[in-house]
């Protein structure tokens, strides 16, 4: 049987852009829905970065004026996967994070930069190009949520849409006065199209039109059906319900093997997990920690955003130290939580560090050296952290929230009884809270045998892509088949 073609939708893909797990998702998603019989084709916007990874590129399409400049798409691949590249230098020639100017703010024509992304994304599923036409299009996130309001005003053939939320806390909401600037039609702006509050709302348009609505865990899916998360979509979701689904993210597990990872400072799996010392050892001078090997130290590599809670921990700190912990902490993000962090780490030398920044490799020895790992979220739709630290052998100790409370199971009286713990989980999402899931974390460590064995558990979990690809793959055959 043919592939089924599907054109992702995305605005950023590692490795080529990342400044998230939307990134890890578009660029392992594609590879293991094609053992599922899918092929999957990305359109990224033309980014630096982008441009400069794409191989065999070749001119598909012309644009004389594309929101206020001409363009090119380009056709290339890159890392293994089929890429349409928008090469617009108007909106996208600029360095840096795809999101934000030099002073840390929106670029202040984003509406233009992800409207252009969908409109194109919208004419390539109606056959732009010769001898390509999509079966469904899958849209990624607020800045792909306008694919489904150019196929609905646009007129021409329907490709089906599946729209995947990552994040809701995103929505890509714009002054209504640009309705004509994005090429959209007046009776686009109501409520059954793009209009939210007065506004112009890129992900509410998405999930109003979309044929299909998945985010990314079961729990998050219904969390954001209630008013408490559903940050003001609530209605709209509920509404549409019976077309939502949640579906777990993976991780692609040939980057995060500890067995072959070339950042740790020594390789090992599920039948050695002693050697992970020698990462605990390399990770403690990393962090200028004392190298105490029965001290339990506790990594976490984060955004620095209100989201994941990073506050929380800095008023659990002190718990933890009197427990004895050392902390390892990567992140960026927030100015006053980056502050809040590196004096946290001033205060407790050699017991606490903090390296803010962004670095892939660092964040992988984390992973292979941190005896637990925290993720301490408000709020988390599925949370990859997790995922890599269940592989390697680095226990969670998380929030019971969204897609961390469907991967994580805690080490509770039944869960160890039952030989099924792999971590512990924190409800509700408080210091306090948090401060108790500590000291759990740390008298379970000092109990060597149980904790090899919630370690051994997790190391034990399937946390690849391959059941999330099949999932997607019987949603994409089932919405396409009608
Ligand atoms: P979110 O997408 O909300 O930021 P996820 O847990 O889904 O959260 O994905 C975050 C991804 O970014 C993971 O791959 C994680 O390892 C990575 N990451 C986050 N912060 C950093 C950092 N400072 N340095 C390196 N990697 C990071
Ligand atoms: C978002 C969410 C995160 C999720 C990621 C990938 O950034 O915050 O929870 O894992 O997208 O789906």
């Known amino acids: 049987m043919p592939h089924l073609p599907v054109l992702s939708v995305a605005s950023e893909l590692y490795p080529l852009v990342k400044t998230g797990g939307l990134a890890d998702v578009a660029g392992a998603l594609p590879g293991a829905l094609r053992r599922e019989g899918i092929a999957v084709s990305t359109l990224l916007p033309g980014y630096p970065t982008v441009l400069?990874?794409?191989?065999?590129?070749?001119?598909?399409?012309?644009?004389?004026?594309?929101?206020?400049?001409?363009?090119?798409?380009?056709?290339?691949?890159?890392?293994?996967?089929?890429?349409f590249v928008l090469d617009a230098p108007h909106l996208y020639a600029r360095p840096g994070n795809p999101y934000l100017g030099p002073d840390g703010a929106d670029w202040p024509d984003n509406a233009l930069r992800f409207a252009a992304l969908s409109f194109v994304g919208a004419r390539l599923g109606q056959g732009l190009l010769p001898g390509y036409r999509p079966a469904a299009v899958h849209c990624h996130d607020w800045q792909a949520g306008l694919v489904p309001a150019f196929l609905h005003y646009g007129g021409g053939a329907r490709p089906d849409t599946v729209l995947t939320v990552h994040n809701l806390a995103f929505q890509g909401v714009f002054p209504a006065e640009l309705l004509p600037a994005l090429g959209l039609p007046d009776r686009a702006l109501h409520v059954d199209g793009v209009e939210f509050h007065g506004a112009i709302g890129f992900l509410k348009a998405g999930l109003r039109l979309a044929d299909r609505i998945t985010t990314v865990s079961p729990t998050y899916a219904s969390e954001i059906c209630s008013p408490e998360?559903?940050?003001?979509?609530?209605?709209?979701?509920?509404g549409r319900a019976d077309l939502l689904t949640g579906i777990l993210n993976g991780i692609d597990v040939d980057t995060w093997n500890p067995a072959t990872d070339p950042h740790l400072a020594a390789r090992y799996g599920a039948a050695d997990p002693a050697s992970r010392a020698a990462n605990k050892r390399a990770l403690q001078a990393r962090f200028g920690l004392a190298e105490l090997a029965d001290?339990?130290?506790?990594?976490?590599?984060?955004?620095?955003?209100w989201q994941k809670g990073v506050d929380l921990l800095l008023e659990a700190l002190s718990v933890l130290l009197a427990e004895g912990g050392q902390l390892a902490l990567l992140g960026a993000g927030d100015p006053a939580l980056e502050a809040a962090c590196a004096e946290?780490?001033?205060?407790?030398?050699?017991?606490?560090?903090?390296?803010?920044?962004?670095?892939?490799g660092l964040a992988h020895l984390i992973q292979a050296g941190s005896d637990a790992l925290l993720v301490p979220s408000r709020f988390e739709p599925c949370g990859l952290t997790q995922l890599c630290a269940l592989r390697y052998g680095a226990v969670p100790v998380v929030a019971r929230v969204g897609g961390l409370a469907d991967t994580v199971i805690d080490a509770n009286p039944a869960g160890l009884a039952a030989g099924a713990s792999t971590g512990v989980q924190f409800a509700p999402a408080t210091a306090t809270a948090l401060?108790?899931?500590i000291r759990r974390a740390t008298s379970l460590f000092r109990d060597r045998t149980t904790w090899a064995q919630i370690q051994a558990n997790g190391m034990a979990a399937d946390v690849s892509w391959a059941a999330p690809?099949?999932?997607?793959?019987?949603?994409?055959?089932?919405?396409?088949?009608?």
């Open 469 to 482: 690809a099949r999932a997607y793959a019987v949603l994409l055959r089932e919405v396409t088949a009608r």
């Open 229 to 238: 998360a559903g940050m003001g979509l609530d209605g709209l979701l509920r």
């Open 295 to 305: 001290a339990p130290l506790f990594g976490l590599i984060s955004r620095l955003s």
């Open 435 to 437: 401060e108790y899931a």
């Open 52 to 83: 400069g990874g794409l191989c065999r590129a070749e001119a598909a399409h012309d644009f004389a004026d594309l929101f206020g400049g001409p363009a090119r798409l380009l056709s290339g691949r890159a890392k293994g996967l089929d890429l």
């Open 344 to 360: 946290a780490a001033a205060r407790a030398p050699g017991r606490v560090g903090c390296l803010i920044g962004y670095d892939e």
